[in-house]
């Protein structure tokens, strides 16, 4: 499942890469670039964290 976590995200890449080569917005892509990794950095870490208060909760039932 991680593989098609990474797969997902080297297809986003390329599309956002094939789109800026079009319109010449190659700095455009490199700052959508950065915003993606920091959003699915966060989101990781959110369902992480999520995960850990789920465990917790079910052990003080």
Not at 17 to 44: D, H, K, Y
């Amino acid at each position: 499942m991680e593989f098609f976590k990474n797969g997902l995200h080297i297809l986003y890449a390329v599309i956002l890469a094939v789109v800026s080569v079009f319109t010449g917005e190659i700095i455009t892509f490199i700052m959508l670039g950065f915003i993606l990794m920091a959003l699915l950095t966060i989101n990781e870490t959110l369902k992480k964290i999520l995960k850990k208060l789920s465990a917790k909760g079910e052990g003080d039932e």
